[in-house]
């Protein structure tokens, strides 16, 4: 069996410890009154009558100050004083804790004496109020203990109340709610994202408006003509199917066509002629041409009793 044999004067013999304090059923130390803080305790931890472990301490090192007693409050307005007797040492901290049936963790105040001030209270609203003594820790180290609580007193309207009724607790909001508002927040925030993405289409189509694709203005210039523009308006353009004139010969076939005479200006070139002209010529008739003045830098085109002047930029289209 281990016994913890405490004293306060070295000259003195051990004494057993009459209260031990248990923590979870297994003993962990031992209550002693001391009435001096710079007194020294030398205890002893002893398996029978064979010493474990002797050493000394400051007694202050364990100190665990007394409940406060005498404890008073003084209400005015919308703020209460508590009060009570100071004890005798130095470097202690007085705390007094207060909620109201609305709080759910106590809320607390400290000071250096046993004269402590709550504001911003609720005259209407019920106090449940406890005090306690504290070491300070830079006094007295870390080993210390607080006091044990007082009393808890309730008061409202600066009297003194049994209890203070107790108030259920408003309930949690539900996940659904949650959900909801998050789902709207994430519609609005793509509704915006979309109506800006139309808004810059809106104004990149103003400042750049669309070319359209000659590929599909013009078809078969870049697949056949490979872009070759003037090749292209040849090939598509110098095709025409001729109008049939009423009371005229039926064709003879597709070899029957017109044929353009082109006429240099510098120096006459033989001309053929359709069937219907040599027709006429065999028949004794001539055909007459109108005068025209050759024009410098380009060739003359009769055709059906007209005659064009063509340079090389120009196309006739039958």
């Not at 003045?293 to 003359?300: I, R």
């Amino acid at each position: 069996m281990v016994i913890l044999n405490p004293r306060l004067n070295p000259d003195e013999a051990y004494d057993q410890c009459t209260i031990y304090i248990l923590q979870e059923g297994h003993t962990s130390g031992c209550l002693l009154d001391a009435e001096q803080q710079d007194d020294i305790l030398y205890f002893s931890i002893r398996n029978g009558t064979h010493p474990v472990f002797t050493a000394s301490r400051w007694i202050y090192y364990y100190l665990k100050p007394g409940s406060p007693k005498q404890v008073s409050f003084s209400w005015h307005q919308d703020a209460v004083t508590v009060t009570c007797s100071d004890l005798s040492y130095r470097g202690l901290l007085y705390e007094v804790q207060y909620r109201s049936p609305f709080d759910t963790e106590w809320q607390s105040k400290q000071e250096n004496t046993c004269n402590v001030t709550i504001e911003d209270l609720d005259a209407e609203k019920c106090y449940a109020f406890r005090a306690r003594v504290k070491a300070m820790e830079d006094v007295y180290g870390p080993d210390t203990y607080p006091s044990d609580w007082s009393e808890v007193t309730c008061w409202q309207r600066g009297e003194t109340r049994d209890s203070c009724p107790q108030t259920p607790t408003p309930p949690k909001p539900k996940l659904s709610k949650f959900i909801l508002v998050s789902s709207l927040a994430i519609l609005l925030m793509v509704s915006l994202l979309l109506l800006s993405l139309w808004k810059l289409w809106r104004v990149k189509k103003f400042l750049m408006p669309s070319v359209p694709d000659p590929k599909s203005t013009f078809p078969g210039l870049f697949e056949i003509h490979q872009g070759n523009f003037q090749e292209w308006i040849t090939d598509t353009q110098n095709v025409a199917h001729l109008p049939k004139m009423t009371g005229a010969e039926p064709e003879s076939g597709p070899e029957d066509s017109l044929v353009v005479q082109l006429a240099k200006t510098e120096a006459d070139a033989p001309r053929t002629l359709e069937p219907q002209t040599e027709e006429k010529e065999a028949a004794g008739g001539s055909l007459q041409l109108p005068h025209q003045p050759p024009l410098p830098g380009g060739d003359v085109v009769t055709l059906g009793g007209f005659t064009f002047v063509m340079n090389d930029s120009s196309y006739v289209a039958l």
